[in-house]
T-cell receptor
């Protein structure tokens, strides 16, 4: 049962444009959501996170939006740069405050972003 | 560089064998997590240790075991290996126990190939 879904295996955008990566989840107890970026032959690197009490979090060119009613989050990268080309993983955890056990991160399968110069 | 080291980088072995993967967490981090990434799969949580004690288990097979030593490094032992165990194995570390709220720093992974 895939509780965190990234339905687009890949996305290609032009340099300077916006990249929008999407993630859907099914577990209503998830209350922390994270995005990780992964380059080939490297481990995932934390990018940005959002708590369920917020609907938006920004960090430079990266913004994460959370729509709890739709159980959907998205990562916006503006402007996209060739160095952003990587696999992006969405992850979620269910904290004790939401009635969850908070014992693990559940990851999606990832979206390969390619930013073309 | 995340500060998390994993050895070996690559491992090729045969079915039925046993291997040990090693992880050294970032300095000061007490938690170590192990993940498996199979082909076309996301990262699957295997097990979490905090300061030497097992804290949580995910979908870890009984043929797999792990431990965290007093110096906080961790080892993941995989035995009676099968072809399906071929995967990337990642170790991550974090400061404490707040999964999701604390950043997990990942090592570069060990690529295991079972022939």
């Amino acid at each position: 049962d895939q509780q965190v879904k990234q339905n687009s295996p890949s996305l290609s955008v032009q340099e300077g444009r916006i990249s929008i990566l999407n993630c859907d989840y099914t577990n209503s107890m998830f209350d922390y959501f994270l995005w990780y970026k992964k380059y080939p032959a490297e481990g995932p690197t934390f990018l940005i996170s959002i708590s369920s009490i917020k609907d938006k979090n920004e960090d430079g060119r990266f913004t994460v939006f959370l729509n709890k009613s739709a159980k959907h989050l998205s990562l916006h990268i503006v402007p996209s740069q060739p160095g952003d080309s990587a696999v992006y993983f969405c992850a979620a955890s269910a904290g004790v405050n939401s009635g969850g056990s908070n014992y693990k991160l559940t990851f999606g399968k990832g979206t390969l972003l390619t930013v073309n110069p | 560089d995340s500060g998390v080291t994993q050895t070996p980088k690559h491992l090729i072995t045969a079915t039925g064998q046993r291997v040990t993967l090693r992880c050294s967490p970032r300095s000061g981090d007490l938690s170590v997590y192990w993940y498996q990434q199979s082909l076309d799969q996301g990262l699957q949580f295997l097990i979490h240790y905090y300061n030497g004690e097992e804290r949580a288990k995910g979908n870890i097979l009984e043929r797999f075991s792990a431990q965290q030593f007093p110096d906080l490094h961790s080892e993941l032992n995989l035995s009676s290996l099968e072809l399906g165990d071929s995967a990337l194995y990642f170790c991550a570390s974090s400061v404490g126990l707040l999964v999701g709220q604390e950043t997990q720093y990942f090592g570069p992974g060990t690529r295991l190939l079972v022939l």
